[in-house]
């Protein structure tokens, strides 16, 4: 158990020491309660359904009186209306498909987010060490400044304006450690098992990769998830109107077939006794002098007998009854029509018609939305992109060796024109890389709303992109 116990800790030990990297940030959206519910919901509509035969299946018992002798039982079914089989089937279809869109849209979501943190890490990171660099070329024109405060070509604006940037550039600083630190604790959030981050930047596509992705433009199909969402939603409600107008077309309300039970020792019937009954034979014997004594009709005589009877007088009597019917006379078949002659179903069929109506335009307007944004973030991407490479080229002229050569030339080797130069140069950069979290965040959307990001055979969508 010691063993057991040294080796789970060092394997946590391990997990704990080494970073949280892309592979992994990406990894943890699996463990997420939204991802975990998402799946589920669509493993579950994903499986077969048995679609049932009939609406209702019931057992049904009736009993004659309460001697107990006589019981009827029936097995009844209501039976599906016409088309409604059909229509539950493509219910359940579009069901499901509507829960895989809802699956691929709570994966992209998850993703996004953590691509979102994680491009923005990245490329804060970028923005920190250009600012380091600004600020060592600043506090370098600033020392410059001094060694010339008593010379003619002293300029105090120029010192002022320089402290003021540096003053900047130092709470530029600060703000860049408080976002990294932000971003690493919400990474770490989301991977509780890491300690440190380290997201390595070649995991990021080129701005000319970006260009190749897109210069064909994005073409909307019904792949992309919110598409697909909508088309879930779309094909659900129709099926589902679809279900409800067919269940007015239950023309037959019912079969049933039963059997009538009758248990000869309990039953009984009445029998009105005549004269020529209890004369007829043994049979009612015992019953004669009861008869006689209620049929006598005239004043009795002095020795007590009756001097005449009533002739038409009965007297009822219980006597046990006997089940003589054939055995197919025992069952019994239950038929129920509905009569749709006397029946109006133009409601219910205007109903269908407005309810698709409205899903189909409800799907229409989603799939303009989209195309509308997907189109407007192409154009945006490669809009930024091209104003990000005039200022990628223009740091790059201000950096090559030959330029600064000439430069430092023709300004007579002034440090002061020299620091401005490569100032200028690392502006640009600066400009470029926030330009770059600008161009990445319009990107991710488009991997979002393209379903690239909802793809699970893909360890860097980034570098994927939209295919």
Request: charged share 30%.
């Amino acid at each position: 158990m010691k063993s057991v116990s040294l080796i789970s800790l060092a394997l946590s030990a391990a997990a704990i020491a080494s970073p949280l990297t892309w592979e992994r940030l990406i990894e943890s959206a699996k463990a997420d309660p939204r991802y975990e519910a998402a799946e589920k919901r669509a493993e579950a509509t994903a499986k077969e359904r048995n679609l049932k035969l009939w609406d209702k299946l019931e057992l049904r018992y009736q009993m004659d009186g309460f001697s107990f002798a006589k019981h009827d039982f029936e097995l009844r079914v209501t039976p599906q209306a016409f088309g409604e089989r059909d229509a539950d089937k493509a219910h359940y279809e579009a069901v499901k498909n509507y829960q895989q869109a809802t699956f691929a849209v709570e994966r992209s979501i998850l993703l996004y987010d953590r691509y979102e943190r994680g491009v923005r890490y990245v490329l804060r990171q970028k923005i920190n060490e250009i600012n380091k660099q600004l600020l060592q070329v600043i506090q370098d024109r600033i020392e410059v400044l001094h060694l010339k405060s008593g010379s003619a070509s002293f300029n105090a604006e120029d010192l002022m304006t320089s402290l003021e940037k540096s003053a900047s550039l130092k709470a530029n600083l600060l703000s860049d450690s408080t976002a990294l630190r932000d971003a690493e604790l919400k990474m770490l959030a989301w991977a509780p098992a890491y300690d440190n981050v380290f997201l390595d930047s070649s995991f990021i596509p080129t701005m000319d990769e970006l260009a190749e992705f897109l210069k064909n433009g994005v073409t909307v199909d019904e792949n992309f998830p919110l598409v697909a969402l909508a088309k879930g939603k779309r094909d659900s409600d129709v099926s589902k109107a679809q279900q409800d107008a067919s269940k007015d077309r239950n023309y037959i309300s019912h079969v049933g077939i039963g059997y009538s039970l009758q248990i000869e020792s309990l039953m009984e019937k009445y029998k009105d006794l005549e004269y020529k009954d209890i004369k007829s034979g043994a049979r009612y014997d015992d019953y004669e002098s009861e008869w006689m004594a209620n049929a006598c009709n005239v004043r009795v005589t002095e020795t007590g007998e009756c001097a005449g009877y009533d002739a038409t007088y009965k007297l009822r009597k219980l006597f046990p009854d006997t089940d003589n019917r054939k055995i197919a006379d025992k069952f019994f078949l239950n038929l129920a029509f509905r009569l749709p002659f006397f029946d109006s179903n133009k409601d219910a069929s205007l109903r269908e018609q407005v309810e698709k109506l409205d899903a189909e335009s409800k799907y229409l307007d989603e799939v303009r939305e989209v195309n509308q944004k997907v189109a407007r973030l192409t154009e945006e991407v490669l809009t930024l992109i091209d104003q990000w490479k005039v200022l990628k080229d223009y740091a790059e002229q201000v950096n090559a060796s030959g330029f600064m050569e000439q430069f430092a030339r023709n300004a007579g080797s002034d440090p002061l024109l020299l620091l401005r130069a490569r100032e200028s140069a690392l502006e640009s950069d600066l400009k470029a890389a926030k330009l770059e979290y600008d161009i990445f965040a319009r990107y991710l959307s488009l991997l979002d709303y393209s379903g690239a990001l909802a793809r699970q055979d893909v360890t860097n969508h980034l570098r994927e992109g939209i295919r």
